[in-house]
């Protein structure tokens, strides 16, 4: 994890790109540059049941002061392995003080998908790495993002179970594109998977054949549905794991 965050901290190619713009505009890197790292558990590699949440991009924007992510290039700029560590743990607080200030956060992703207890073996992970200003992403970012560096990140991750989060992460997941809206339509109030069949194969290809694959709505603008969806999986992933 240290070395693919430090290594990659120059990467700006989904930056003054013209071949990704929204609403006319190239996008712009935020204040805080490099990827940001979400939070991955101290235990997350030893877990019997390695579950990764994967959201949009960093909704810091411009909104979070950039002296708390300094550890992002201190971590690049570090000499000694040792060093290294220490900015990688700087990184994990950033994030495990941020997170019950990020909005719904806590109540969707810890709460209600059932991961309160299991925090140090859980892992998050945005498709895009890095923020931009305005908080602006397109589907071409991303997808430019996941093929040259966010799919080496889920593959270090490995995880047994991967879950979607958000409108846009789903889109770019899928190889036909379905609305959130219409997934829980046909999906009712019982489950939240999606079929192998139907994830893209540079994602299939991070993974091994027996990933479980869900779905579910965002942290950001948080509705009643987005809690439910979460609960659903909370529900399949704890059968699951006790068969």
């Known amino acids: 994890m240290i070395d693919f965050f430090s290594s990659n901290y120059s990467c700006s190619k989904c930056f003054n790109n013209q071949k990704i713009t929204k609403s006319g505009k190239k996008l712009a890197l935020a204040d805080v540059r490099g990827p940001q790292p979400r939070w991955i558990g101290n235990n997350y590699f030893n877990s019997t049941q390695k579950i990764c949440v994967m959201l949009i991009n960093p909704g810091s924007g411009d909104k979070t002061p950039e ?138 290809n991070c993974l091994t054949k027996n990933t479980k694959f869900y779905f579910m709505g965002h942290y950001a603008y948080i509705k009643k549905e987005d809690h439910e969806d979460a609960r659903i999986i909370a529900s399949c992933i704890n059968q699951s794991s006790l068969a």
């Open 67 to 204: 002296n708390e992510w300094a550890s992002l290039e201190k971590m690049h700029s570090a000499e000694t392995d040792k060093d290294k560590e220490i900015h990688w743990k700087e990184l994990m607080e950033t994030n495990k003080n941020g997170m019950p200030k990020w909005g719904a956060w806590d109540d969707l992703y810890l709460k209600s998908l059932g991961l309160s207890t299991k925090k140090d073996s859980v892992a998050f992970m945005n498709m895009m790495l890095c923020a931009s200003k305005g908080n602006t992403y397109t589907t071409n970012s991303m997808d430019l993002c996941f093929s040259e560096k966010s799919n080496k990140l889920l593959s270090l991750l490995s995880p047994d179970v991967l879950i979607f989060s958000g409108a846009q992460t789903i889109k770019n997941a899928l190889k036909r594109p379905e609305s959130l809206t219409d997934l829980r339509k046909k999906r009712g109030t019982k489950s939240r998977e999606l079929s192998s069949l139907l994830i893209k194969h540079s994602i299939k």
